[in-house]
Antibody, heavy 118, light 111 residues
Framework: EVQLQQSGPELVKPGASVKISCKTS????????MHWVKQSHGKSLEWIGI????????SYNQKFKDKATLTVDKSSITAYMELRSLTSEDSAVYYC???????????WGAGTTVTVSS | DIVLTQSPASLTVSLGQRATISCRAS??????????MHWYQQKPGQPPKLLIY???NLESGVPARFSGSGSGTDFTLNIHPVEEEDAATYYC?????????FGGGTKLEIK
């Protein structure tokens, strides 16, 4: 069974950074890209970016290019997203999502809640 | 960026009746081969769940009362007959080009 296990909730101070993880299982890590999606409370979904675990290549939504950095660790088959210079606007649930080859998301992590508060 | 506009924002449907949700794209998300529009269901506290991919293909395990149609810029998700468990928020998403975007969501209530 394909699974994406995300790290636990984070409470971080304004201006700080946070790195959340998405550990994969049940499939060949390098054969599928990984995407990250933001959902602010009660709001819709925003696509943050994509990473190719095979070569580390990334592409970001322009809105998040100065906010998020996507990386992978092939040895632990884990994807990461670091968010920096956090403000209250960054408080949200963040999902990792693995697409099928036509880029629809058939596998999602459970989400990581990030709360930015002093 | 391709903007996806969903309507209505909320919808109340009687048990056993039909729910119809629309998603309009600001430019075509179709090629000659496929329409890169997908539909998800999300319940509170859960991640989105894929229902329909490539406009009209039912994801494995999803009940046949869910169906999708459309091409180009106009797409529709139908649920018939609606059941109580279908109360949720529904989102469309395109994968025609980067950046991928989602619609604003449609909240479905059952009466």
């Amino acid at each position: 069974e394909v699974q994406l296990q995300q790290s636990g909730p984070e409470l971080v101070k304004p201006g700080a950074s946070v790195k959340i993880s998405c550990k994969t299982s049940g499939y060949t890590f390098t054969e599928y890209t990984m995407h990250w999606v933001k959902q602010s409370h009660g709001k819709s979904l925003e696509w943050i970016g994509i990473i190719n675990p095979n070569n580390g290549g990334t592409s970001y939504n322009q809105k998040f290019k100065d906010k998020a950095t996507l990386t992978v660790d092939k040895s632990s088959i884990t994807a990461y997203m670091e968010l920096r210079s956090l403000t209250s606007e960054d408080s949200a649930v963040y999902y990792c999502a693995r697409p099928d080859f036509d880029e629809y998301f058939d596998v999602w992590g459970a989400g990581t809640t990030v709360t930015v508060s002093s | 960026d391709i903007v996806l506009t969903q309507s209505p924002a909320s919808l109340t449907v009687s048990l056993g009746q039909r729910a119809t949700i629309s998603c309009r794209a600001s430019k075509s998300v179709s090629t000659s081969a496929y329409s890169y529009m997908h539909w998800y269901q999300q319940k509170p506290g859960q991640p989105p769940k894929l229902l329909i991919y490539l406009a009209s293909n039912l994801e494995s395990g999803v009940p046949a009362r869910f169906s999708g149609s459309g091409s180009g810029t106009d797409f529709t998700l139908n649920i018939h007959p609606v059941e109580e468990e279908d109360a949720a928020t529904y989102y469309c998403q395109h994968s025609r080009e980067l950046p991928y975007t989602f619609g604003g969501g449609t909240k479905l209530e059952i009466k």
